[in-house]
């Protein structure tokens, strides 16, 4: 039979690709076909990039023109992936009265990301934002104990007909965290996806009510949590968490390159350094760089993102976090005023991210001094 574009085009109406649902052709997939001689070429724009998909589209295309049209015909099947947008995926979904979302990160385990997140957590309602708290560390959660409500259960309201959580609040901050749902002693076996459906769930079934920031508190690594979170929300900007040790400062960089990356595309606020140096009380003027000197400092001047400070090794921010009493709590101590510090340079970034968008794309912070533009 000869080469026809319009008999190909009707026989491919016969071809569905897994996924569709509808045939190649009234789907939209076959893009073009050109007949050179004997060579048929068949662009396709397929959904899905699973390979054994993309194989079996051009496997049957081959065999169909083969079978019916020409047995000696070169055929070439180009194939380019465009995902469609699902309707019920929920994708940088914003949340009514969450103003600014803050994702805390580190690319590696034990740096203290939880322990720094929940000192930034009470010193901005310290200084007069509302202030929300998402453990997303769902094999790990830490949040219950360093907030002092592991025996909390957070309860069912009614909002606007709906059915919602309603977050635990401590110290003036409002959290929720799958450790409110799960006994102490019980360990959380999820494949990603039964993590990542929690985790929507103690984001969009919640009453967060008005927020100036959310902070999440992201697990270790770059994987589906990390995916998950960057696809459902529009992420204001994400804060880095390392020691100076070689190794913490790796994985840190792995995170930045996540965030940064096209396929995420959030901007890093920056970097800060835990456990920077150790000064012990009796010795108050020396200081003792048990990790190494400055590697946050360095990495985030390597990588050209913002230095927001160092915190220093301090026994009590560790007892004040497994007491359940964030150590930035402590009125007049050090390490009140080194998150303090640390706090309004977060916030500083936030308003400088702020300003380089679009009026309708983002809620800025007017000012600094006292907090007062965003006060309850």
Same mark, same amino acid.
């Given at each position: ?11 491919? !109406?016969? *071809? ?24 048929? $070429? ?29 047995? $000696? ?41 939880? /322990? ?34 592991? $025996? !909390? ?28 749902? /799960? ?89 800060? !350094?835990?456990?920077?140096?150790? /000064? ?36 009590? *921010? ?24 640390? $706090? ?33």
């Amino acid at each position: 039979m000869k080469l026809d574009r319009k008999e190909i085009l009707k026989a491919l !109406e016969t *071809i569905t690709i897994a996924g569709e649902g509808k045939n190649m052709v009234e789907s939209g997939a076959v893009k073009n076909v050109l007949i050179f001689g004997d060579e048929v $070429t068949v662009d396709l724009l397929i959904s899905t990039p699973a390979m054994h998909i993309k194989k079996r589209a051009e496997d049957d295309i081959k065999k169909l023109i083969h079978n019916q049209f020409s047995t $000696t015909a070169t055929v070439k099947v180009n194939i380019k992936v465009e995902a469609k947008e699902n309707p019920n995926e929920i994708k940088g979904k914003q949340i009514p009265g969450i103003k600014n979302i803050i994702a805390i990160a580190s690319g590696k385990g034990g740096v203290g990301k939880s /322990t720094v997140t929940a000192n930034l957590a009470v010193t901005l309602a310290k200084m007069g934002f509302s202030v929300g708290v998402l453990d997303a560390d769902i094999y790990g959660p830490s949040m219950p104990i360093m907030f002092d409500v592991e $025996t !909390e259960k957070p309860i069912s309201i009614t909002v606007d007909g709906k059915s919602k959580m309603k977050p635990i609040e401590s110290y003036e901050v409002k959290l929720l965290s799958i450790g409110f749902f /799960t006994a102490p002693s019980q360990a959380v076996i999820w494949r990603g996806p039964m993590a990542s459906k929690a985790l929507n769930q103690m984001i969009f079934d919640a009453d967060w009510g008005e927020l100036d920031f959310m902070l999440i508190d992201l697990p270790p690594g770059t994987g589906d949590i990390h995916l998950s979170i960057m696809q459902s929300l529009p992420i204001t900007g994400a804060v880095i968490v390392s020691t100076p040790q070689v190794v913490a400062l790796a994985d840190a960089k792995k995170g930045v390159s996540m965030f940064l990356s096209d396929a995420i595309n959030v901007p890093v606020l920056g970097i800060i !350094e835990n456990m920077a140096y150790f /000064t012990p009380e009796e010795l108050p003027n020396n200081k003792y760089y048990i990790f190494g000197q400055e590697g946050a400092k360095n990495l985030a001047n390597d990588l050209n993102v913002p230095f927001l400070g160092e915190i220093p090794l301090v026994q009590g *921010i560790r007892e004040a976090g497994d007491f359940g009493r964030p150590a930035a709590l402590q009125t007049g101590s050090i390490v009140e005023s080194v998150y303090e510090k640390i $706090t309004r340079n977060v916030v500083e970034e936030t308003v400088k991210r702020n300003e380089n968008l679009a009026p309708t794309e983002a809620i800025k912070i007017t000012t600094m001094a006292g907090c007062s533009a965003v006060k309850k």
